[in-house]
Nanobody, 124 residues
Framework: QELLVESGGGLAQPGGSLTLSCTAS????????IGWFHQAPGKEREGVSC????????IYSDSVKGRFIISRDKVKNTVYLQMNSLKSEDTGVYYC?????????????????WGQGTQVTVSS
């Protein structure tokens, strides 16, 4: 059983939308920060957004601020990333990850558990 499982990736046109899901098992997300990370082809993994499980406080990178929305569903133990106004630069693999704690951060190195990733392609 995977600790974190991402889903929802696919193909979208520029300006379109996708919603990614990250479902956790075996942990209570109230005690974690949950982050979304983007890895474009040939580039390093970069933080996109995170949410503090305890109180829902979000953080967004400058590149997605105003376009993406992170949210959580406590009953489903799932965190979502609503991706709007998609650009070709958003293409890549998106990973969710968790960090034990309650202070949000977008540096990949501070996260402990990672999902397998889901592919997003933005193309006309």
């Amino acid at each position: 059983q995977e600790l974190l499982v991402e889903s929802g990736g696919g193909l979208a046109q520029p300006g379109g939308s996708l919603t990614l899901s990250c479902t956790a098992s075996g942990i209570n997300l109230d005690y974690y920060v949950i982050g979304w990370f983007h890895q474009a082809p040939g580039k390093e993994r970069e933080g996109v957004s995170c949410i503090v499980g305890r109180d829902g406080s979000p953080i967004y990178s400058d590149s997605v601020k105003g376009r993406f929305i992170i949210s959580r569903d406590k009953v489903k133990n799932t965190v979502y990333l609503q991706m709007n106004s998609l650009k070709s630069e958003d293409t890549g693999v998106y990973y969710c990850a968790t960090e034990l704690g309650s202070i949000g951060a977008l540096w990949p190195s501070v996260y402990d558990y990672w999902g397998q990733g889901t592919q997003v392609t933005v193309s006309s």
